[in-house]
């Protein structure tokens, strides 16, 4: 019986995660999706985090992919806090629809917690990410370039690590540099 495996990306895994991303977000207008060049641009960066960078393995092909990396939220008050962002998920098209994005953005959100972290910013579908648990980042307080889509811009807040840790902060959500071609 073949079995999803879930587990954080290796460098191995580069050429294979581009594959998926580009054929997950294939469009006729773009030789190169701009996920690929994202994911391409932050690896080595002070915001990619390689236990967060997921991938789904299904009879020894990767078919899917959820990242994690670091942003920064600039609170009203005070320091920059750094939180995360999730994005790009991907399913390579012929796995899709069979739980395998769902497994591995639950994959990647465990391993967030189990760092420690406090707060996942995304923007997608909120009927995807409501199963788990994110919710209008503007109820959180939290504002960024595409707060001004509406219900696509979302944020989970993860469990905390101890009992005396509080609400995250609210505030601006910066991206590094390489989101802004997305």
Known sequence: MTTLRLRPEDPADAGPVR?????????????????????DELRGTA?????????????????????????RLRPERG????????????????????????????????????????LVVVLGAPAFYRRFGFGPASELGLSSPWAGLGEPWQALVLPPSTSEE????RGEVLFPAPWSKV
């Not at 998926?20 to 994202?38: Q, Y």
């Not at 299904?58 to 959820?66: D, F, L, M, R």
């Not at 998920?89 to 465990?110: C, F, I, S, W």
């Open 19 to 39: 594959r998926v991303l580009a054929a997950a977000f294939a469009r006729p207008d773009v030789a190169t999706p701009p996920e690929v060049t994202l994911v």
């Open 47 to 71: 915001a990619w985090v390689p236990e967060l960078a997921m991938v789904a393995e299904y009879g020894g092909e990767v078919v899917g992919y959820a990242l994690l990396t670091r942003v």
């Open 79 to 118: 320091s920059d806090v750094s939180v995360l962002a999730l994005g790009p998920v991907a399913v390579a098209p012929h796995r899709q629809r069979v739980g395998h994005g769902t497994a591995v953005v639950q994959a990647a959100l465990d391993a967030s917690t189990e760092l420690g972290e406090r």
């Open 166 to 169: 509080g609400s995250p902060p």
